[in-house]
């Protein structure tokens, strides 16, 4: 399942659960809404991973977790610590950077 950010409270989902991989993105942004159902795809078949995507420019706290510049950007957290992140619209190297952390 995918759950995306309704408040800027990225850091709290993060502490509280061990993989967490999220898509940065935003509504005027074509690559992500081009992701979003590659990242429901993954987040089906990997029930152990919480996926999460958080709207870069709505949510200023949760975007200085990963370092932003680009959209889509895809971070990856394990123990509550940034692992790695990549800035695609790829879906193998989403998948690389899921399996990092899975």
Not at 62 to 90: C, E, H, I, M, Y
Request: aromatic fraction near 8%; charge should be negative; proline fraction near 3%.
């Amino acid at each position: 399942m995918v759950q995306e950010l309704e408040q800027d409270n990225l850091n709290e989902i993060i502490s509280s659960n061990d993989v967490v991989v999220v898509q940065y993105s935003a509504t005027w942004c074509g690559n992500c809404r081009i992701m979003k159902p590659k990242l429901k795809k993954l987040a089906s078949e990997l029930e152990n991973i919480t996926f999460v995507i958080a709207d870069a420019e709505k949510f200023p706290e949760s975007r200085k977790l990963a370092t932003v510049d680009n959209l889509p950007t895809f971070a990856a957290f394990k123990a509550g610590k940034f692992v790695n992140q990549t800035q695609t619209n790829k879906f193998d190297v989403l998948k690389e950077l899921v399996a990092e952390v899975s």
